[in-house]
Protein backbone atom coordinates (compact mmCIF):
# COMPACT_ATOMS: atom_id res chain seq x y z
CA UNK A 1 0.00 0.00 0.00
CA UNK A 2 1.41 3.62 -0.78
CA UNK A 3 1.51 6.03 1.95
CA UNK A 4 -0.24 8.79 1.95
CA UNK A 5 2.05 12.35 1.60
CA UNK A 6 1.71 14.21 4.24
CA UNK A 7 1.62 18.01 4.09
CA UNK A 8 2.30 20.88 6.87
CA UNK A 9 -0.16 23.30 6.59
CA UNK A 10 1.10 26.95 8.76
CA UNK A 11 -0.98 30.28 8.27
CA UNK A 12 -2.60 32.00 10.77
CA UNK A 13 -5.59 32.42 8.75
CA UNK A 14 -8.69 29.59 10.30
CA UNK A 15 -10.34 30.10 6.71
CA UNK A 16 -7.98 29.77 4.71
CA UNK A 17 -6.36 26.90 6.69
CA UNK A 18 -10.11 25.15 6.11
CA UNK A 19 -10.00 25.49 2.88
CA UNK A 20 -6.94 24.41 2.05
CA UNK A 21 -6.93 21.41 4.16
CA UNK A 22 -10.39 20.58 3.08
CA UNK A 23 -8.92 20.14 -0.62
CA UNK A 24 -6.22 18.70 -0.32
CA UNK A 25 -7.47 15.85 2.45
CA UNK A 26 -10.39 15.66 -0.61
CA UNK A 27 -7.53 14.04 -2.98
CA UNK A 28 -5.74 11.70 -0.53
CA UNK A 29 -3.37 13.85 1.03
CA UNK A 30 -2.68 13.56 5.23
CA UNK A 31 -2.91 16.96 6.81
CA UNK A 32 -1.53 18.99 9.36
CA UNK A 33 -1.68 22.26 10.59
CA UNK A 34 0.23 24.71 12.51
CA UNK A 35 -0.39 28.63 12.80
CA UNK A 36 2.57 30.09 14.08
CA UNK A 37 5.94 29.15 13.70
CA UNK A 38 6.69 27.41 17.14
CA UNK A 39 3.95 24.82 16.78
CA UNK A 40 5.50 24.27 13.11
CA UNK A 41 8.43 23.44 13.78
CA UNK A 42 7.29 20.89 16.50
CA UNK A 43 5.40 19.56 13.86
CA UNK A 44 8.24 19.21 11.34
CA UNK A 45 10.12 17.25 13.65
CA UNK A 46 7.50 15.18 15.27
CA UNK A 47 5.66 14.63 12.02
CA UNK A 48 8.51 14.68 9.26
CA UNK A 49 5.97 16.03 6.33
CA UNK A 50 6.41 15.06 2.90
CA UNK A 51 6.02 19.36 2.04
CA UNK A 52 5.28 22.62 4.08
CA UNK A 53 2.42 24.68 3.00
CA UNK A 54 4.20 27.82 4.35
CA UNK A 55 2.58 31.68 4.61
CA UNK A 56 4.66 34.30 4.94
CA UNK A 57 3.14 36.60 7.20
CA UNK A 58 2.50 34.81 10.85
CA UNK A 59 2.11 36.26 14.13
CA UNK A 60 5.33 35.12 15.95
CA UNK A 61 8.21 35.52 13.20
CA UNK A 62 7.66 35.57 9.19
CA UNK A 63 7.45 32.94 6.61
CA UNK A 64 11.03 33.97 5.19
CA UNK A 65 13.08 32.98 9.00
CA UNK A 66 10.93 29.99 9.17
CA UNK A 67 11.82 28.86 5.98
CA UNK A 68 15.68 29.63 7.06
CA UNK A 69 15.34 27.79 10.38
CA UNK A 70 14.02 24.74 8.91
CA UNK A 71 16.33 24.81 5.93
CA UNK A 72 19.37 24.35 9.08
CA UNK A 73 17.88 21.01 9.95
CA UNK A 74 15.52 19.54 6.71
CA UNK A 75 15.18 19.50 3.01
CA UNK A 76 11.51 19.03 3.04
CA UNK A 77 9.76 20.99 0.25
CA UNK A 78 8.51 24.14 1.02
CA UNK A 79 5.70 26.11 -1.30
CA UNK A 80 5.20 29.49 0.12
CA UNK A 81 2.22 31.22 0.10
CA UNK A 82 1.56 34.64 0.09
CA UNK A 83 -0.53 37.88 -0.60
CA UNK A 84 2.78 39.92 -1.73
CA UNK A 85 3.42 39.63 -5.43
CA UNK A 86 6.22 41.53 -6.00
CA UNK A 87 9.36 39.62 -7.80
CA UNK A 88 11.76 40.56 -5.23
CA UNK A 89 10.00 38.58 -2.42
CA UNK A 90 9.51 35.86 -4.86
CA UNK A 91 13.06 35.56 -5.15
CA UNK A 92 14.01 36.13 -1.44
CA UNK A 93 11.91 32.86 -1.01
CA UNK A 94 14.00 30.92 -3.48
CA UNK A 95 17.06 32.12 -2.35
CA UNK A 96 16.41 31.44 1.29
CA UNK A 97 15.05 27.58 0.24
CA UNK A 98 11.50 27.39 -1.02
CA UNK A 99 10.83 25.18 -4.10
CA UNK A 100 7.48 26.99 -5.08
CA UNK A 101 5.93 30.33 -4.54
CA UNK A 102 2.32 30.67 -4.65
CA UNK A 103 0.34 34.09 -4.66
CA UNK A 104 -2.89 34.59 -3.08
CA UNK A 105 -5.71 34.27 -3.85
CA UNK A 106 -4.97 31.36 -5.77
CA UNK A 107 -7.07 28.44 -7.16
CA UNK A 108 -7.56 24.94 -6.03
CA UNK A 109 -6.56 23.77 -8.98
CA UNK A 110 -3.95 25.69 -8.81
CA UNK A 111 -2.99 24.69 -5.34
CA UNK A 112 -3.12 21.24 -5.79
CA UNK A 113 -0.97 21.29 -9.10
CA UNK A 114 1.65 22.56 -7.67
CA UNK A 115 1.48 20.34 -4.77
CA UNK A 116 1.02 17.69 -6.87
CA UNK A 117 4.47 19.05 -9.21
CA UNK A 118 6.68 19.83 -6.43
CA UNK A 119 5.81 15.95 -4.74
CA UNK A 120 6.63 14.43 -8.05
CA UNK A 121 9.66 16.22 -8.01
CA UNK A 122 10.73 15.23 -5.02
CA UNK A 123 10.11 11.29 -5.44
CA UNK A 124 11.57 11.48 -8.77
CA UNK A 125 14.67 12.26 -7.52
CA UNK A 126 16.23 8.96 -8.12
CA UNK A 127 14.93 8.62 -11.96
CA UNK A 128 17.92 10.46 -13.00
CA UNK A 129 20.47 7.37 -15.00
CA UNK A 130 23.92 8.33 -14.30
CA UNK A 131 26.91 6.18 -12.93
CA UNK A 132 27.21 5.08 -9.34
CA UNK A 133 29.88 7.85 -8.56
CA UNK A 134 30.92 11.21 -10.40
CA UNK A 135 33.84 13.03 -9.78
CA UNK A 136 35.50 15.99 -11.47
CA UNK A 137 38.22 17.95 -9.84
CA UNK A 138 37.26 18.60 -6.22
CA UNK A 139 33.49 18.05 -6.57
CA UNK A 140 32.21 13.98 -6.12
CA UNK A 141 28.79 12.93 -6.42
CA UNK A 142 27.98 9.63 -4.99
CA UNK A 143 24.29 8.70 -6.12
CA UNK A 144 23.74 5.80 -4.45
CA UNK A 145 24.01 7.33 -1.19
CA UNK A 146 22.75 10.99 -2.19
CA UNK A 147 26.19 11.79 -0.82
CA UNK A 148 28.05 15.32 -2.06
CA UNK A 149 31.52 16.30 -1.13
CA UNK A 150 33.61 19.42 -2.23
CA UNK A 151 37.45 19.26 -1.14
CA UNK A 152 36.95 16.35 0.94
CA UNK A 153 34.10 17.92 2.86
CA UNK A 154 30.11 16.50 2.68
CA UNK A 155 27.88 19.11 1.54
CA UNK A 156 24.04 19.06 2.26
CA UNK A 157 21.93 19.75 -0.16
CA UNK A 158 18.10 19.88 -0.71
CA UNK A 159 15.80 17.54 -2.75
CA UNK A 160 15.82 20.33 -5.26
CA UNK A 161 19.74 21.60 -4.87
CA UNK A 162 20.28 17.79 -5.41
CA UNK A 163 18.23 16.70 -8.63
CA UNK A 164 19.55 19.94 -10.16
CA UNK A 165 23.21 18.72 -9.87
CA UNK A 166 22.33 15.63 -10.69
CA UNK A 167 20.51 16.79 -14.17
CA UNK A 168 24.23 18.93 -14.63
CA UNK A 169 26.60 16.48 -13.74
CA UNK A 170 24.91 13.60 -15.26
CA UNK A 171 25.36 15.84 -18.68
CA UNK A 172 28.91 17.47 -17.72
CA UNK A 173 31.15 18.84 -20.32
CA UNK A 174 27.58 19.59 -22.10
CA UNK A 175 25.28 22.86 -21.96
CA UNK A 176 21.51 21.89 -20.39
CA UNK A 177 19.00 24.67 -22.00
CA UNK A 178 17.03 26.57 -19.57
CA UNK A 179 14.05 25.04 -20.57
CA UNK A 180 15.10 21.57 -20.59
CA UNK A 181 16.15 21.95 -16.93
CA UNK A 182 13.31 23.63 -15.96
CA UNK A 183 11.75 20.90 -17.38
CA UNK A 184 13.35 17.90 -16.06
CA UNK A 185 13.60 19.58 -12.66
CA UNK A 186 10.69 21.38 -11.88
CA UNK A 187 7.93 20.00 -14.49
CA UNK A 188 7.07 20.94 -17.83
CA UNK A 189 4.72 22.96 -16.46
CA UNK A 190 7.73 25.20 -14.80
CA UNK A 191 9.37 25.64 -18.39
CA UNK A 192 9.13 29.48 -18.33
CA UNK A 193 10.47 30.28 -14.46
CA UNK A 194 13.67 30.92 -15.39
CA UNK A 195 14.49 32.74 -11.68
CA UNK A 196 13.70 29.07 -10.43
CA UNK A 197 16.54 27.92 -11.99
CA UNK A 198 18.86 31.00 -11.50
CA UNK A 199 18.02 31.12 -7.46
CA UNK A 200 18.85 27.60 -6.96
CA UNK A 201 21.94 27.97 -9.52
CA UNK A 202 23.38 30.45 -6.84
CA UNK A 203 22.32 28.08 -3.88
CA UNK A 204 24.82 25.50 -5.72
CA UNK A 205 27.03 27.95 -6.59
CA UNK A 206 27.24 29.11 -2.97
CA UNK A 207 27.90 25.12 -1.62
CA UNK A 208 30.30 24.02 -3.81
CA UNK A 209 32.60 26.93 -5.95
CA UNK A 210 35.55 27.78 -3.83
CA UNK A 211 34.79 31.39 -5.50
CA UNK A 212 30.84 31.41 -6.41
CA UNK A 213 31.45 35.06 -8.13
CA UNK A 214 33.67 33.68 -10.48
CA UNK A 215 32.38 29.44 -10.77
CA UNK A 216 35.22 27.23 -12.32
CA UNK A 217 32.42 24.34 -12.15
CA UNK A 218 28.94 25.61 -12.75
CA UNK A 219 28.98 27.50 -15.67
CA UNK A 220 26.57 30.08 -17.64
CA UNK A 221 25.97 30.59 -21.21
CA UNK A 222 23.86 33.93 -21.28
CA UNK A 223 20.79 32.97 -23.01
CA UNK A 224 21.05 29.37 -23.29
CA UNK A 225 21.75 27.15 -20.16
CA UNK A 226 24.30 26.36 -17.61
CA UNK A 227 26.98 23.65 -18.26
CA UNK A 228 29.13 21.87 -15.63
CA UNK A 229 32.27 22.24 -16.62
CA UNK A 230 34.74 18.79 -16.77
CA UNK A 231 37.68 20.30 -14.60
CA UNK A 232 41.19 18.48 -13.91
CA UNK A 233 42.31 17.97 -10.56
Keep these: MVRKASILVLDDDPRLIRLVRANLESVGYKV ?19 LILLDIMLPDVDGYEFC ?32 DYLTKPFGVEELLARVG ?17 FSCGDVTVDFARRRVTVRGQEVSLTLTEYKLLSQLVS ?56 MFAKVAK
Excluded: C
Excluded at 183 to 212: C, F, M, Q
Design 32 to 50: FVAMDAAGALNQVDKEMPD
Design 171 to 226: NAGRVMLHEDLLSKVWGSEYRNELEYLRAYIRHLRRKIEADPGNPTYIVSRPGVGY
Design 117 to 133: AVLRRTRSTEDVQTPPV
Design 68 to 99: RRVREFSGVPIIMLTAKAEEADKVKGLRLGAD
